[in-house]
């Protein structure tokens, strides 16, 4: 079969627009989804200059994006995410659909609508797209916090309801019982895959996931994601649900296998892909020139959704128990519209609800939107943090070091995997450290517990202020977006520029800026983590102790990793290390009769026997040290060679 000259051409437009509009974005700093959707409008039929002929062609591929991008979410997502969030999302998300529509009536009756046509106009405006929600908070690794949490609850549950919608706004004039018994169908549907995604998490998925990944046939296992992820979405189109739905219980269906993590890496780059596919065929659809033909519907329109779903959203998240900061972000986050008004306001048309005017002011409004939300996503946590600085000092707990307070701390920035482990190191040593963070659920617990902790991104100036960086005795920014992270160091030099910083990056160029920026310190976790597995490695080889060191020494180097003292490390902090029982004073004695913790002050891990090669773990009291028993202890340098001089002939040492 012969190629086909057009689509080839039109495909190729399509990922030049992408890289284009994508690179033009990241320099810009701006999600690369304004990109796509700008390099969309440039290659559209409707705009001058390089244009794709079969712009519909493309729209099958956007589909597949949107499917690769819920089914990765839903497999980061977790049931125990979802569940957190019920309520308001059960509940919330049909309630904010009613108001939505009821504002929009009320707007309509004041600019003389029909009711018909405000209640059209109101449906096609309440639903927010999950696909567009979903990449912001992923860019901005904010998926996980309690408001990223919520607002993808509540758009999965309105994705249900554009099931029920589409059945009822044909009968928008008139409830025929006919029309009863079709919504009650379509609820029927949803409860049928409902339950099927139930036996599929409990039984059949993580069984046959189980028996591909035994294969080691890395294609195989992609393959099975790929048809579990479509295979779903496609049951859930044919029962009369969205693709965007069925992708997402997919994804939840292989979170709940040991391979969860291992599917995803593999889907990754072809997600990335499609989904930049979608952002640009969804340019390439919209008209600018609605932009002026129908400026007072858009106007309103966006209206509609810019503050009257900030208002609707903010107000139902705080009815139901959330904190005024989690309620003023979820506002922010759904002010938007996308894939499925398109739907919508597609069935009004064909119902004659409405004309060409409004399906193209809907296009035109989900653009917009889709923009302006983008900003108020990225600024809109800025602006909440500044509001909240003086309140957050006023509510820390009674007894609590309040900022103004501390002096000699330690500021550390960011409290993810990295921050809390730093936190506990500094609490254990009774370290005073505050914490600046972006999520609001954790600067609750840490404000719970005493700690001194502040909302908001560490890149303001005014936040770094008042965590008194000005006194403080050092800074650890754990942000792991180099972006932000830069604008943190250079935050905190202006306030202090004395203050010593510790910072990590995943790259190179990342590292190379923060030190310029005037962090003392960055820390490469990849290479760090090579270096102390080679060490391991050729420490388990029993390779001479100074070619080793020499070695990593080299390593470092070239790695342009901060050089290390590693005899005077040993001297200074903990280790284990495994030595051989004598036929000293402590042979033939239990670990309580030798007084080995208050003698010595080490801690012994495991004894392996030398008759068995028995390993016992965490030897109780009684355990009796043989001759020839290996021992491994847990102290410093001092404590097991004073253990050592006691074992006499424990001057084996393997570390």
């Known amino acids: 079969m012969a190629a086909d000259p057009v689509f080839f051409r039109d495909l190729a437009y399509v990922f030049l627009a992408a890289l284009l509009g994508g690179g033009v974005a990241w320099l810009a700093r701006q999600p690369l989804i304004l990109g796509y959707v700008v390099g969309g409008i440039l290659i559209s039929p409707l705009t001058p200059g390089p244009a794709v002929e079969r712009v519909h062609t493309f729209e099958l591929f956007a589909e597949i994006g949107v499917i690769l991008l819920m089914f990765s979410i839903g497999i980061e997502f977790s049931l125990r995410d979802l569940l957190r969030v019920k309520a308001v999302a059960l509940l919330g998300a049909p309630l904010g659909i009613v108001l939505s529509v009821a504002f929009a009536l009320g707007v309509g009756h004041v600019l003389g609508w029909s009711p018909l046509f405000g209640l059209t106009v109101g449906v096609v405006v309440s639903v927010a797209s999950t696909m567009v929600l979903a990449r912001l908070l992923m860019d901005r690794g904010e998926l996980h916090a309690q408001h990223g949490r919520v607002m993808i609850g509540i758009t999965l549950v309105e994705d249900l309801a554009v099931v029920v919608l589409t059945v009822l706004i044909p009968a928008l004039g008139s409830l025929e019982p006919g029309r009863l018994l079709t919504i009650g169908a379509a609820l029927g549907k949803a409860l049928a895959i409902l339950l099927a995604f139930v036996y599929l998490a409990t039984k059949l998925v993580p069984s046959l996931m189980t028996r591909v990944a035994r294969t080691r046939n890395a294609e195989l296992f992609l393959l099975v994601a790929l048809g579990v992820g479509l295979g779903t979405a496609a049951f859930s189109q044919a029962l009369g649900l969205s693709l965007a739905l069925g992708a997402f219980l997919a994804g939840l269906v292989v979170s709940e296998s040991d391979y969860a993590h291992e599917a995803l890496a593999r889907l990754l780059p072809l997600r990335d892909a499609f989904v930049a596919l979608f952002f640009v065929t969804l340019g390439a659809l919209i008209d600018p020139s609605i932009l002026f033909d129908r400026l007072p519907l858009l106007g309103i329109m966006v209206g509609l959704i810019i503050v009257g779903k900030l208002v609707i959203w903010t107000v139902i998240t705080l009815l139901f128990g959330y904190g005024v900061w989690t309620a003023l972000l979820v506002g922010l986050g ?32 989900s653009l917009l939107t889709i923009l302006m939300n983008a900003a108020l996503v990225r600024y809109g946590q800025d602006w909440v943090a500044r509001l909240r600085l003086s309140r957050d000092v006023r509510d820390l707990p009674h007894g609590a070091v309040e900022p103004d307070m501390l002096s000699g701390h330690v500021v550390l920035m960011g409290f993810g995997r990295v921050g809390s482990a730093v936190g506990e190191a500094l609490e254990t040593f009774g370290v005073p450290y505050l914490v600046i963070e972006t999520d609001p659920d954790v600067v609750k617990g840490l404000r719970g517990r005493g700690i001194p902790a502040l909302f908001g991104d560490g890149a303001q100036q005014r936040l770094v202020e008042v965590a008194g960086a000005d006194r403080a005795r050092l800074s650890v920014v754990t942000i792991p977006d180099g972006e932000r992270a830069q604008l943190a160091v250079t935050a905190l030099k202006s306030a202090n520029p004395r203050l010593p910083i510790l910072a990590r990056a995943h790259d190179a160029a990342v590292a190379e800026q923060l030190e310029k920026k005037g962090a003392r310190r960055v820390i490469r976790p990849e290479l760090e983590g090579a270096a102390a597995l080679i060490r391991d490695a050729l420490g388990q080889l029993a390779l001479p102790e100074e070619r080793v060191r020499a070695y990593l020494e080299r390593f470092r180097r070239a790695m342009e990793l901060p050089e290390v003292q590693i005899v005077a490390d040993r001297d200074r902090l903990p280790q284990v290390v495994e030595i051989t029982i004598g036929s000293g004073e402590i042979a033939d004695q239990s670990l309580r009769d030798a007084r080995v913790r208050e003698r010595f002050g080490v801690t012994v ?3 392996t026997r030398v008759d068995d090669g028995e390993v016992v773990i965490n030897p109780a009291p009684e355990t009796i040290m043989r001759p020839g028993d290996r021992v491994r202890l847990f102290g410093l340098t001092d404590q097991i060679r004073a253990f050592m001089e006691a074992a006499q002939g424990g001057q084996t040492l393997s570390h």
């Open 605 to 607: 891990l495991a004894v």
């Open 334 to 365: 759904l002010t938007q519209i996308g894939e499925f008004s398109f739907i919508l306001v597609q069935v009004a048309r064909a119902a004659g609800h409405v004309g060409a005017d409004v399906y193209n002011a809907t296009l035109a409004a």
